[in-house]
C-alpha cells in the first residue's frame, strides 16, 4: 500500500486480502492459485508454480517471497498486456506461438537484442519447437528483471555495466 | 564424442544411444523421461521439466537445446554429487532441506556469497520454507553456470566483470 489514496477503496482490495490471506502477502502458491480460480489463462494452460516465482520474484526487492497490494496491482496490469501481446500472435488460439513470432514479439516490446540472444532464448523456452503461454510469461518476466536490473546499474547509460560476482549472483539467481 | 577414445567402447554409450533416438541427441522432454525411468531421483519427485531444461542448458553451449554425449556423462557426475550432497543434509529423507543447511551446502560447493545474497536464492527456491531435491539441483546447476559465465570473463579473476547488455542477457536468460 501507501502513495496516498485509500487501498480500502480500490475495488481489487478485498480481492487483495482474500487471496493475501492472514499475513495480508500473496506468496508463490497463492498466486497460481488464484490466477487458476479466475481463469487468466482462459483456454491456456493454467501458470505453473515456477513461473508464479518468476512473477513474484520480479516485484519482491526486499526477498521475501511475496508480494504486496500494489505490486499485485502492477503485476496484473503486465500481465494482462503480455497475454494480449502472445494472444495477437497465436490468432488460432493452439495456445503456441512460433520461435519467430516471439522473435518478433521480443522485438515489438522495444528489446534490443543480437539475432545469437534472440535464438538462444526461443531455444530456452520452447517445448517440441514452440512456445507455450507458461513459458512466454515466464520469459517476459525474467527479460523484463534482468534488465531493469541492468539498466539500474548502467546510470551513465552506456549499455555495459560493471558487476561484482555477489552482485551479479543476486541479480541473476533470485530471478 | 570426442577427445580420443572411442565411445562405442564405454558402457554408457548403449544408453546414451537409447536416450538420444534419431537425431542421437538428448534433449529436455528426452532428459526427464531418462531420469525418470531410471529412477535417479529415488525416493524423491522426479525431476520437473523446467529443470531438466536448466541442466541441458548448463551444457549447452552452441544453443540446439541438446545435448552430446559427453554432456551427458559430465551431468551424471555433477547429479550424483549433487544427490549425494543432499542427502546428506536430508537425513531423514524427507525429501527437503531446511534454509540454513541449504546456506551451509552452497558455501561448502565452494561459493562465496553474502548472506544477502544466501538469503535471495534460498527463497527462490523454497517452497513453504523448505528446499526440494528437484529445486535444490535447478539451484545448483543455475548457480554453476552462472558463476562459470562470470568467471570466463573474469580474466584477471578481480572478481568483477565489465558486462554489455547483450552479453549479460545471453549469459542469463539462456539459462
Ligand atoms: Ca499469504
Ligand atoms: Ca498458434
Ligand atoms: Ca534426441
Not at 501481446?85 to 522473435?103: I, K, L
Not at 534490443?112 to 517476459?140: E, H, M, T, W
Request: contains cysteine; negative net charge; charged residues 25%.
Amino acid at each position: 500500500p501507501g502513495y496516498g489514496g485509500f487501498p480500502e477503496n480500490d475495488p481489487m482490495w478485498g480481492y487483495f486480502r482474500a487471496v493475501a490471506g492472514q499475513d495480508g502477502e500473496i506468496d508463490a502458491e497463492e498466486l497460481q492459485r488464484c490466477l487458476t480460480q479466475c481463469g487468466f489463462s482462459g483456454s491456456y494452460a493454467p501458470f505453473s508454480l515456477e513461473t508464479c516465482r518468476v512473477m513474484i520474484a520480479m516485484l519482491d526487492r526486499d526477498f521475501t517471497g511475496k508480494m504486496g497490494f500494489s505490486e499485485f496491482k502492477d503485476l496484473f496490469t503486465a500481465l494482462n498486456g503480455w497475454k494480449q501481446n502472445f494472444m495477437m500472435f497465436d490468432q488460432d488460439r493452439s495456445g503456441t506461438v512460433e520461435p519467430h513470432e516471439m522473435a518478433q514479439a521480443i522485438t515489438s516490446m522495444g528489446y534490443r537484442v543480437s539475432p545469437q540472444a534472440l535464438n538462444g532464448i526461443i531455444k530456452r523456452y520452447s517445448k517440441g519447437g514452440r512456445i507455450f503461454f507458461d513459458d512466454y510469461v515466464a520469459c517476459c518476466v525474467k527479460l523484463r528483471t534482468l534488465t531493469d536490473n541492468f539498466r539500474r546499474r548502467d546510470v551513465m547509460q552506456q549499455g555495459t555495466v560493471n558487476f561484482q560476482y555477489d552482485d551479479f549472483i543476486q541479480c541473476t539467481m533470485t530471478i
